[in-house]
């Protein structure tokens, strides 16, 4: 086992403090865990890097504790880690892209590539892909579009049901996010990026480290009651569909497109395998076509400038949508990403698993 | 003036009756309508036409009341009747359009016709128009499309304010509605029409003319706070988004897709002049390029039979994004469409201005 001496150094050093941990260190880190089960160095790093971008914009129910989800899914055999996804079915504009089961990062990458180099060339695209893992944070793809000046619109679905239907009872979907990212001229892209629940699994874990009540309008429990209890959707309950029967409808836009367009595992999936498959679907968009990069970018700005003069309610914050990334980056950049003990115990059990604790040149 | 007499007799006959009109009739009226006013005979029966399939739906706040309004409208000089929209910036798989302050109506086809002929040569094309007038319920466009076999995504700006940011105080943005449609084999096409507000205005109006109080999380009044009263909306106060920032995100995405990149007027427009102005931009998708139209319509129609298959909450209905206004459409087919006595009578005192009572032949 290859380890390189700095993350060893990093990882021996940074052990002591359970809180606080680099986002270059946990890079390294990942990449080191990721390559030893088998994936190339440039595969290893980029599914270690969408994961250190996800805590560092404080998602962290996408971030780095998926080192180890990621790995024991590995071992599973449900991540191919050699596996190369590739395009079944093509046109100028399209791409049907048979994901093979290799990380779903990898697939996800090359989808949103493919997606941005068709837009480039033919002003729009849309790409789908199948057989296809946990690709992370969404709106890692959405943003990295935007910063090719390519405007990105992604729908995904779950295949871990956690969601109800509006007006029925039980999981049915999962959390099916959409993800939509523009280019700017003076900030970073415009990005929103979320479940079509009430909210996202990871924000119930929070609440179940810190012992915490969650609103009643987020979940049911098994007797079908509203419930504040975070413990309640594992133990047979479930989150509700946001907004409603508006948030609803994007949960079957979700899995119309994701799934059942790309021809993924559509439905309820009980039986969780593989686990949390996601069925993608990306529509790439050239500014070129319509008013101009240039234009489009500038009048962004303006619009944007416009929101952020409107005067906040009291005790309230006008907001664009991926601002609120923007600032805890800055933040976790500087200050280190929080990671609870349990999660980070988890990571360095494992890097001493792979033999990553020794230098076994 | 020409008054077709079969019109005449019905709008004599049924002028008694204020309360159920026959859609055929409504069609026929409001086709002469704009017949009067200069529209040709294919654009009056179109124009009608929407409004009429609207009103069918269910959707009373997009129906035969724009007869006087649109009519009004044409009167202020913001409608031109005989302008034509045209293409003004083209690719294989793109379009920009200028509106030319046609009919929305009009421009709006022009649009959808443009997009699913470009999906079909091209597999998927986006279209913009800009200088649009209100172009009705977008919901209309999205199921044609699905009708054609081609999936379709609309994103509309609303030049009128009445809606908040999330976490700011005032209206900013119009309703900036988006609308999906899917082909299905089995039942009408999978449909999502909605406005990002928590409600339209329309369901203010119902209200106001129910003499109704309204939930407090729908708006504000012009203290700033929450409100039970349907005027309060028109007097300084306004809509809130739904689904808290989930639906901002939307309504920011409806105004980027719809206005930014269309070139059409953004952000606020306290004049509301030209009035409800529409920036349009659509994305069509042919199955063909991903699992084939069969395919998605047999998996489409399993999916929604599993869907309407789960236990529904005591007191609620599971329903398919669609299924409330194909219930009210074979409803009101049969038993005609419910008009207040205001609107229609606002409506048989246009046709008679037009000289629709006499038979001037």
């Not at 944070?137 to 990105?152: E, L, N, P, S, V």
Request: proline letters at 6%; charged letters at 20%; hydrophobic letters at 40%.
């Amino acid at each position: 086992m290859l380890l390189c001496p700095h993350t060893f150094i990093l990882l021996a050093s940074l052990s002591i403090d359970m809180f606080l941990q680099p986002a270059d260190m946990l890079l390294k880190l990942g990449t080191e865990i990721f390559k030893a089960q088998g994936l190339t160095q440039e595969k290893a790093k980029f599914v270690a890097e969408t994961l250190v971008e996800a805590s560092l914009t404080g998602h962290d129910s996408h971030g780095v504790q998926y080192y180890v989800t990621y790995s024991d899914r590995i071992k599973g055999g449900h991540i191919q880690v050699d596996a190369e996804p590739r395009i079944v079915q093509e046109t100028a504009t399209t791409a049907l892209i048979d994901g093979r089961w290799a990380p779903g990062q990898v697939t996800a990458k090359y989808l949103v590539e493919a997606a941005v180099r068709k837009a480039k060339e033919n002003m729009v695209s849309a790409i789908g892909a199948f057989n296809c893992n946990h690709i992370g944070r969404i709106g890692f793809y959405t943003d990295w579009a935007a910063r090719q000046g390519i405007i990105a619109l992604m729908f995904v679905n779950v295949g871990t049901p956690s969601v109800s239907v509006f007006g029925g009872l039980g999981k049915f979907f999962g959390t099916n996010p959409l993800s939509v990212a523009v280019p700017t001229g003076e900030t970073e892209p415009f990005l929103t990026d979320y479940a079509t629940s009430v909210v996202a699994d990871g924000k119930l874990s929070v609440a179940r480290a810190k012992n915490a009540k969650i609103p009643t309008h987020w979940a049911r429990d098994s007797d079908n009651n509203p419930t504040d209890d975070p413990f309640a959707v594992k133990e047979g309950g479930w989150l509700l569909p946001f907004g409603l029967y508006k948030g609803y409808c994007l949960q079957l836009v979700s899995e119309l497109l994701g799934a059942v367009l790309t021809g993924s595992r559509t439905g309820p999936n009980p039986n969780r395998i593989p686990p949390s498959a996601n069925g993608v679907f990306a529509i790439a968009i050239n500014p070129e076509a319509f008013v101009g990069l240039d234009n489009f970018k500038r009048n962004t700005d303006q619009l944007i400038a416009q929101v952020k003069a409107v005067e906040p309610e009291p005790g309230n914050k006008v907001l664009i949508p991926g601002e609120p990334e923007w600032e805890t980056k800055e933040k976790r950049m500087k200050e280190g990403i929080p990671l609870p003990e349990e999660i980070w115990d988890s990571i360095v059990k494992l890097a001493k698993e792979l033999g990553l604790d020794q230098d076994s040149r």
